[in-house]
């Protein structure tokens, strides 16, 4: 019997006895950790179970290669079912896990089990986040094109072992061990050094994430514009070799993100509507939406700290002149108002069809109304007269 029929023999034995072992729940079933992968859990649940991650895709009735990577993206409503029978875990949980649908999907880094040094593979990793797992695994975020760097420990993302150079392959997993385990050379991922990323080229990381956060749930037209803008970022970038954002290694984008941190944010705010300018051009400046809101913040405080005047009562005033005076200004200085506008619509020729341009809502002031409303007596320490 040769090698290639053996293999298909120990994988095929090894589906009848797992079958013969259990006829309801697989012996272990462990729970997803937070933003895991689909093909995380299932090396993680294969190996619980004592079987390797390789020789798992028969036990779920699939072909080799990357199979795991694939259910990433295309998880088969009959393999869903059979995984959420097996291990308990609830069918809407299971589909969290995947990457499947989502404005995200165009960013989505290219199943490509081999790449040449430029090129991107299918996974990136921490090297930190996996050595401060309990139970190493892969997150979803490091599937995404325009996530390059780790926010919790400042460094750069890999996407390949710096011992052989290799892809993450644990679909290839041959041996039962952990999935930070190189399936090539056996190298521990965890300790592969930190990549380094300038301060500016992480903050423009950390904006575009809030970006895309903010913006693409909507699905609208600067949704769109947003995703065509990242997948251009190589061009924008200068970079020749590559006009697709996605097609680029982990190491070249980073290199992107650094020209384009050093840049105008015209490549990513430019030649958009007021609004989504300016949102963009805020969060890219302040280097992400939680700066940009504690800037704010910060300012508001300043301002309630400053000293201010203190300003008495007039001798004598009660609740109902006050009252009266605070009328008076409001129907003054809405008279003004619409005065201004009407003024400026006339010198600027501006007709009925161009106020929703200008955004200027046109509230007609009585005057008399005004003066009637102040005119009308109340009684001090009670609530003014009903009108008539």
Known sequence: MNGQVTGAGFNIELRERYGNLVSDRWPVSIDPLPDELLSSWLHRLAIANGIAPRSFASVLGLGVGMWSSRLDLALPRHVAVLL???????????????????????????????????????????????AGDAMPYFRRKWRIASRVSCFEHRCGLRDRCPACRSGIATFNQTELLPQHYCAKCGFDLRAAPKASISVAARQLDRSVADLCRL??????????????????????AGISFAKTLTTLSTSARVRCFEQLAADSPDWLAGNTDAATAYRRWAILVAGGHEPLIARFANLLEKHQESPRPKRSSPAGADRAALFEAYLRVMCVEGVRAQRDHVEYRHQHQI????????????????????????????????????PG
């Open 351 to 386: 007709g009925e069809s161009d106020d929703k341009r200008c955004v200027i809502v046109d509230r007609r002031v009585n005057s008399a109304d005004c003066a009637d409303t102040v005119r009308r007596p109340t009684v001090s320490g009670g609530a003014p007269d009903k």
């Open 84 to 130: 959420g029978h097996r291990t308990a875990i609830a069918h809407d949980t299971i589909l969290k896990m995947t990457m499947t649908g989502g404005a995200l999907a165009p960013l989505l880094l290219p199943l490509r089990e081999n790449a040449r040094r430029n090129r991107s593979t299918w996974m990136q990793y921490c090297p930190s986040c996996l």
């Open 215 to 236: 913006e693409l749930p909507t699905g609208s037209r600067t949704a769109k514009d947003l995703i065509a803008r990242l997948l251009r970022a190589p061009v924008s």
